[in-house]
């Protein structure tokens, strides 16, 4: 297991408590007219957790499990509609959009398609040094002196061969390197990674996450680090979430919670990671059945229609996250049963 052996301990850097968003679901003009009610699809549904500076916290789950929106609300690209989100002290929730504006050059995103996310009319040089333009962080040669120097940091090196080219004239992995010398350059102290390696090769995919690593410790970063894949977590993160239609089913450290995985979605998770030998078989699947909608989730525990072990009480009562080892919380009524196995 690919761990941060160098991780600085230096207090909480984002402290997020009872974080809910709900959308309000888009309804036809006859539907606004005769309806009294609006749907909201509840991405988020209320989540507290803490990322500690210099460490990698993952969030993991299925698509639409909302771990994106949590990432998007930290940011300040979405508005809560309930709930606190402390980074560096300040509350994002609540500051204006100047403050805002100020404090995005303190934390950047990685997007999981390169392409998708890199201007085709952009030189690369002109794309990574956008970040500086825009906050004003230096004269044109200024500008031009970071942008190789970061271009080198992700390893496009000679920086000058790759600074004129387009994005269509490189690899998808060194577009994806030019993605993370973009969120770089302007200094942040905090990266949300979303799926970074998604799209990438799978030749290629092991050598992002090692940069990832490498540039952390070098630059002193935090990552918020966003999958649906455990094994890419098992890589990278020193702690994990996972999520399941909006809220936390575990959370713990990402040893604890890989070694003894205490909830039947977690565990089902962790058998729908890849083996390298075929033949191998697994003594769970995934359980049936797509995630259920989250405009209408189901009644007490969310995860009970697809459970394999669910018993009456489950639609009936919501279980609580409870601490139920250090620092290693889940929520489900049964889990004493997989602390001894
Ligand atoms: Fe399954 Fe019940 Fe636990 Fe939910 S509370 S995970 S349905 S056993």
């Not at 207090?11 to 009610?37: A, H, M």
């Not at 825009?134 to 390893?155: M, N, R, Y």
């Not at 090692?210 to 894949?229: A, G, Q, R, V």
Request: charge should be negative; aromatic fraction near 8%.
């Amino acid at each position: 297991m690919r761990q941060n052996q160098n991780k600085k301990d230096s207090g909480v850097l984002v402290d997020v408590k009872g974080l809910k968003k709900y959308f309000p679901v888009q309804t036809s003009f006859l539907d606004t007219i005769f309806s009294k009610e609006i749907d909201f699809v509840r991405a988020v549904d209320g989540v507290t957790f803490q990322i500690n500076s210099g460490e990698v916290f993952g969030l993991a789950g299925e698509s639409g499990s909302g771990k994106t929106t949590i990432g998007r609300l930290i940011l300040g690209l979405e508005k809560a509609t309930e709930g606190s989100i402390i980074f560096d002290g300040v509350e994002i929730t609540s500051i204006g959009q100047d403050e805002l504006r100020e404090m995005r050059s303190m934390m950047q995103v990685i997007f999981q398609d390169p392409m998708a996310s890199l201007n085709p009319r952009m030189t690369i040089g002109e794309a990574v040094g956008h970040g500086l333009v825009i906050h004003d962080l230096g004269s044109k040669a200024e500008v031009q002196a970071k942008t190789h120097a970061i271009l080198e940091k992700v390893g496009l090196i000679p920086s000058n061969f790759f600074y004129n080219k387009y994005p269509h004239q490189i690899s998808g992995g060194q577009r994806q390197r030019v993605v993370i010398a973009r969120a770089l350059v302007t200094n942040p102290i905090f990266i949300l990674a979303d799926e970074p390696i998604a799209m990438a090769d799978v030749s290629v995919r092991a050598l992002l996450l090692d940069l990832l690593i490498y540039l952390k410790e070098e630059l002193e970063l935090t990552y918020l680090f966003i999958t649906h894949d455990l094994a890419t977590a098992k890589y990278i993160c020193d702690r994990i979430g996972v999520l399941y239609l909006g809220k936390f089913a575990e959370l713990g450290q990402l040893e604890d919670v890989y070694r003894k995985p205490l909830h039947p979605y977690t565990q089902a998770l962790m058998a729908a990671v890849p083996v390298p030998n075929p033949l191998e078989r697994r003594e769970t699947e995934m359980p049936e059945g797509e995630i259920p909608n989250p405009i209408n989730p189901p009644s007490g525990c969310r995860f009970h229609p697809r459970c394999p072990i669910a018993e009456a009480i489950c639609s009936a009562e919501e279980p609580e996250l409870r601490e139920l080892l250090p620092d290693h919380l889940v929520a489900c009524h049964f889990a004493e049963r997989f602390l001894d196995q």
